[in-house]
């Protein structure tokens, strides 16, 4: 059913979805299974954002790994020549030390993947040292800030 709504999501706004397969040393799909999975999307005037924010069941009040995907708003005749934004991934990594997040940006090749489907992906890692690293921690405060104030921030009721 969820997988389902995403998918409906994904088809309404004509954007592809969050991917699947994320940065290696990121807690696989299959590990973040039994975590708490906070999804969305929202327009601003220029951008549509969607964004997944996963929480560890053993640190219920951290957002463990942060994923978004940032596309230009493009008017209706355009939107099939949209290719889509870069996502990108911001993992704690260390939790409770002074270590930087972690930071990946998506890189889509230009051509179709072998199989003629869409183009694999690839993750570059992202400099805490760089202007690029600032603006993916803004924008991730920007979706925390959303999350907040429609009090879907914290611990699953029981």
């Known amino acids: 059913m969820a997988a389902g709504a995403v998918l409906a999501c994904a088809s309404a706004h004509g954007l592809r979805p969050l991917s699947d397969s994320l940065p290696a040393g990121i807690p696989t ?3 973040r ?5 906070i999804a969305g999307d929202y327009e601003t005037d220029s951008e549509h954002v969607r964004y997944a924010l996963f929480v560890d069941p053993a640190r219920p009040l951290l957002f463990r790994v942060t994923q978004y995907r940032v596309t230009p708003r493009v008017s209706a005749p355009r939107r099939a020549a949209a290719v889509g934004g870069v996502e990108t991934v911001i993992w704690n990594a260390a939790p409770g030390t002074r270590a930087p997040l972690r930071c990946f940006a998506e890189q ?3 051509a179709p993947s072998g199989a003629g489907g869409p183009p694999l992906a690839t993750w570059r890692d992202v400099s805490p040292a760089t202007a690029e690293f600032v603006d993916s921690m803004r924008r991730a405060i920007e979706i925390y800030a959303r999350v907040h104030s ?4 914290g ?4």
Not at 33 to 37: D, I, P, S, T
Not at 150 to 153: I, K, V, Y
Not at 155 to 158: D, Q
């Open 29 to 31: 799909a299959a590990d």
């Open 155 to 158: 611990p699953r009721p029981h």
């Open 108 to 110: 889509r090749p230009a």
């Open 150 to 153: 429609e009090g879907r921030a």
């Open 33 to 37: 299974a039994g975590w708490q999975r």
